[in-house]
């Protein structure tokens, strides 16, 4: 195989969730989730703004297929809303929620797209939050069911079943920095919630297996790596230790069966209640991994972020650094037992206008996703088994506290007509998917 192609079952794709991009979100029986209490709470989020209609692809998604077919996408990766399915989170369905993912999938299994689902992407239904959220135990239960219900209807059509989307960004933003919904900023829950989410992950995975023994049961991780600002003994010490803070809470009980020691001393007494038999139920076999990556963290001896002088950085003030995505693939794959992986979340926000000619010209968008599909290739060679290819996003959407002031989108989206337009990005990847290569291709 030339080095510059991809395998031929290559999974090319491209990522949402739900509350994203749905909207509805008061439509046919849909339940409150916490992410429509936290948007309607003045001053949570950028100008205001809410999921309440978003790209309203809950009505759009017959077109939104379209979509993806002119892209040639071979695999979509999106969530479910659980209070869309389960308005309580638990008990009573909604028979028109399980339609509206059910009518979603044939379309997609028709259009030849592998669906890749997303059980949990930070949505949970509000009347659960009432009760403690994660911090209770008993929520990871109701997972489970969750998990049980979406597998018996839509196992027999998806294959690739996700528990959940970056458990980190749920802890941290939604529990330390109060960022994201439900806007905790306490240490001692953030913890409490962190271990109940691994619990729900490894009840979910027994759940999705006893619902259907044939589906491909995983999670997905978003990683930053940490690397040293210079060679100097001092600032790997330190990016090492970052790392291991930062980025192995999940990492290490999942693929190795124990928390790591370092955040277990951060933690200190804000441990977690952890009951016998709980780190075998959360490091079950995973059938494939999911690796979102945008950036990585570069730190200096004293353990600050350092900004790097001459390099780029987007929208979101990230740093482009597509080498860093293939050591680190590099280095989770010789640390972990890793299964499959797929990267199933990679892009970047750029100020996006509409040109004169109808057009959107997003140059440096192209730049980074060819880099990083480069990169990904690199890591293969190198030995890491990666399957498949998730961009975020097919389309601009609703970008959680920042609202709809980014735009990550291959598609543009006008949110006053919902017009959406191809970006020069999308078209650009329509053409790396058709050759199944990238580095030949100049833009
Ligand atoms: C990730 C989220 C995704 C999107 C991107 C930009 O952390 O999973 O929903 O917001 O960041």
Excluded at 11 to 28: F, P, R, S
Excluded at 326 to 345: A, C, D, G, Q
Aim: charged share 25%.
């Amino acid at each position: 195989m030339q080095n510059n192609k991809f395998p031929q079952d290559f999974l090319w794709g491209a990522a949402t969730a739900a509350y994203q991009v749905e909207g509805a979100w008061n439509e046919d029986g849909r339940g409150e989730s916490i992410w429509d209490r936290f948007s309607h709470t003045p001053g949570r989020i950028t100008n205001g703004d809410t999921g309440d209609i978003a790209c309203d692809h809950y009505h759009r998604w017959e077109e939104d297929i379209a979509l993806m077919r002119r892209l040639g996408l071979k695999a979509y990766r999106f969530s479910t809303s659980w209070s869309r399915v389960l308005p309580g989170g638990r008990g009573l369905i909604n028979p028109k929620g399980l339609d509206f993912y059910d009518r979603l999938v044939d379309r997609l299994c028709v259009a030849n797209i592998e669906p890749l689902l997303t059980l949990y992407h930070w949505d949970l239904p509000q009347t659960l939050q009432d009760e403690g959220g994660w911090e209770n135990r008993s929520t990871a239960h109701a997972f489970a069911d969750y998990a049980a219900l979406m597998v018996k209807r839509l196992g027999d059509r998806v294959k690739y079943w996700t528990t959940f989307n970056e458990p980190s960004v749920i802890t941290y933003i939604g529990f330390i920095t109060g960022e994201h919904a439900p806007g905790f900023q306490d240490p001692r829950v953030a913890y409490q919630v962190a271990h109940h989410l691994m619990v729900a992950h490894g009840l979910g995975t027994q759940a999705i297996r006893a619902a259907n023994a044939d589906v491909n049961a995983g999670i997905v991780l978003n990683l930053w790596p940490a690397e040293p600002a210079s060679d100097s003994v001092e600032d790997v010490a330190a990016a090492n230790k970052y790392w291991e803070k930062q980025e192995t809470l999940f990492l290490d009980p999942i693929f190795k069966g124990h928390y790591p020691p370092a955040v277990y001393n951060m933690v200190g007494p804000n441990m977690p209640k952890i009951q016998d038999g709980d780190m075998a139920l959360i490091a079950q076999q995973l059938d494939f991994v999911g690796i979102n990556f945008y950036s990585r963290h570069v730190i200096s001896s004293t353990g600050e972020l350092k900004e790097i002088e001459g390099s780029e950085y987007t929208e979101m003030g990230w740093e482009v650094c597509a080498p860093a995505l293939r050591r680190m693939l590099v280095k989770i794959n010789s640390e972990y037992n890793l299964p499959p992986i797929f990267i199933t979340e990679n892009g970047a926000s750029f100020k996006d206008e509409v040109s004169a000619d109808g057009k959107i010209h997003d140059p440096r968008r192209i730049d980074y996703l060819k880099n990083h599909f480069i990169q990904t290739r690199l890591a293969m060679l190198d030995g890491v088994d990666v399957h498949g290819y998730m961009v975020w996003s097919l389309m601009d959407n609703f970008e959680w506290g920042l609202g709809f002031s980014k735009r990550f989108g291959l598609t543009y989206v006008n949110y006053a007509t919902q017009q959406r337009v191809l970006k020069d990005s999308g078209e650009w990847y329509a053409e790396v998917i058709r050759k199944n290569e990238v580095w030949e291709y100049h833009t």
